[in-house]
């Protein structure tokens, strides 16, 4: 019986991971069609495009998945979809920036604020965080890329803004109009990444404790999961030991 339920935990989880790597897939698919549709349809002539092509390939997405995804822009194929931001607070006072991509906005919209509010968080108007946080370039690679030297070396000579370090992983930053550039250069010098793309980095961290910070990761899961969001930045700090207990 004991090993039936071990069997039954392992599909479980396995299926929830399935489902979120469709999930995952389907909204890379989504971004790939906007950058195509918005500019040129060859990733070589379209920053955009190409980042969101590079993003695709570090998640491990199918060559045939990003492919189709292109050939629905240049067929005129799909939905419309509109670009919109969110921004609003979570439990202790953190501060979240929602992005979208979506061909509803009152859905959209009215999904994110019951989001919002059954999970312990307020729903601002747009501007109501966003001064807390930059828009920047976020390169990220293996530690296997090369020792901390190298890396600062290889970054600097991009045109890299600052990198950060750890022992999991080396995380460039670059200005906003220069993550293609450098990205491409790093790629050179240092293979291809793991990841490449803007990201809304936090000023400052808000920390949280143990019960904020289940809340706060409920409602972060809860945004992450509508098929409408593309990405949900937050900017609060968790210790090791709370983090070990939420994971529990």
């Given at each position: 019986m004991a090993g039936?339920?071990?069997?039954?935990?392992?599909?479980?989880?396995?299926?929830?991971q399935d489902a979120a790597r469709s999930k995952l897939f389907s909204k890379l698919s989504k971004e790939i069609t906007v950058a195509a549709k918005m500019g040129d349809?060859?990733?070589?002539?379209?920053?955009?495009?190409?980042?969101?092509?590079?993003?695709?390939?570090?998640?491990?997405?199918?060559?045939?998945?990003?492919?189709?995804?292109?050939?629905?822009?240049?067929?005129?194929?799909?939905?419309?979809?509109?670009?919109?931001?969110?921004?609003?607070?979570?439990?202790?006072?953190?501060?979240?920036?929602?992005?979208?991509?979506?061909?509803?906005?009152?859905?959209?919209?009215s999904n994110v604020r019951s989001t919002f509010s059954k999970n312990g968080g307020n729903l601002g108007e747009t501007g109501s965080v966003g001064f807390m946080f930059d828009r920047v370039g976020q390169i990220v690679y293996p530690v296997s890329a090369g020792d901390v030297d190298?890396?600062?070396?290889?970054?600097?000579?991009a045109g890299a803004d600052d990198v950060e370090s750890s022992e999991e992983e080396h995380i460039i930053y670059t200005a906003m109009e220069d993550l293609s550039e450098v990205s491409t250069a790093l790629e050179g010098s240092l293979g291809d990444a793991a990841s490449a793309k803007l990201i809304w980095k936090p000023q400052n961290t808000n920390p949280v404790d143990e019960d904020q910070g289940r809340t706060l990761m409920k409602l972060l899961d809860a945004l992450e999961d509508d098929d409408d969001v593309q990405s949900v930045t937050a900017n609060f700090e968790m210790s090791d030991e709370v983090m070990a207990k939420l994971a529990e």
């Amino acid at each position: 019986m004991a090993g039936h339920s071990k069997w039954a935990n392992i599909q479980h989880r396995k299926g929830r991971q399935d489902a979120a790597r469709s999930k995952l897939f389907s909204k890379l698919s989504k971004e790939i069609t906007v950058a195509a549709k918005m500019g040129d349809p060859d990733p070589e002539k379209n920053p955009r495009l190409r980042l969101a092509v590079r993003e695709a390939k570090a998640s491990s997405m199918p060559k045939d998945n990003i492919e189709r995804a292109i050939k629905k822009s240049v067929a005129g194929e799909g939905d419309e979809y509109e670009e919109i931001r969110y921004e609003g607070y979570g439990p202790g006072g953190v501060a979240i920036i929602v992005e979208a991509l979506t061909d509803n906005r009152n859905r959209t919209a009215s999904n994110v604020r019951s989001t919002f509010s059954k999970n312990g968080g307020n729903l601002g108007e747009t501007g109501s965080v966003g001064f807390m946080f930059d828009r920047v370039g976020q390169i990220v690679y293996p530690v296997s890329a090369g020792d901390v030297d190298a890396v600062m070396e290889a970054a600097l000579e991009a045109g890299a803004d600052d990198v950060e370090s750890s022992e999991e992983e080396h995380i460039i930053y670059t200005a906003m109009e220069d993550l293609s550039e450098v990205s491409t250069a790093l790629e050179g010098s240092l293979g291809d990444a793991a990841s490449a793309k803007l990201i809304w980095k936090p000023q400052n961290t808000n920390p949280v404790d143990e019960d904020q910070g289940r809340t706060l990761m409920k409602l972060l899961d809860a945004l992450e999961d509508d098929d409408d969001v593309q990405s949900v930045t937050a900017n609060f700090e968790m210790s090791d030991e709370v983090m070990a207990k939420l994971a529990e």
